[in-house]
């Protein structure tokens, strides 16, 4: 059974920094697409960022330029460095394996972006 752990999330200011990093376990997620998606309080789920195995990233629009998305298959750990937060970042952050058809998710970690 594939296992994913998120951290690093917290409350941090408007224009802070948080780094989150998603361990795996269980399975090696060096051939795989990782990503990253979030949940803002009362919305649904929506795509963050994306890296291929080959290390290319992929951004939502949202995002761009201020959040930065990396992977170390040594360490089977995928991250998301968020710069420049501003309140509307305020969401739990999951972070997601696809094989094939079915998506494997974390328990999630809680980013406040708060004054």
């Known amino acids: 059974q594939v296992q994913l752990v998120e951290s690093g999330g917290g409350l941090v200011q408007p224009g802070g920094s948080l780094r989150l990093s998603c361990a795996a376990s269980r399975f090696i997620i060096r051939n795989y697409v990782m990503g990253w998606y979030r949940q803002p309080p009362g919305k649904q789920r929506e795509l963050v960022a994306t890296i291929t195995s080959g290390g290319s990233p992929n951004y939502a629009t949202s995002v761009k330029g201020r959040f930065t998305i990396s992977r170390d298959d040594a360490k089977n750990t995928v991250y998301l460095q968020m710069d420049s937060l501003i309140p509307e970042d305020t969401a739990v952050y999951y972070c997601?394996?696809?094989?094939?058809?079915?998506?494997?998710w974390g328990q999630g970690t809680q980013v406040t972006v708060s004054s």
């Open positions: 997601n394996l696809k094989i094939v058809l079915l998506d494997y």
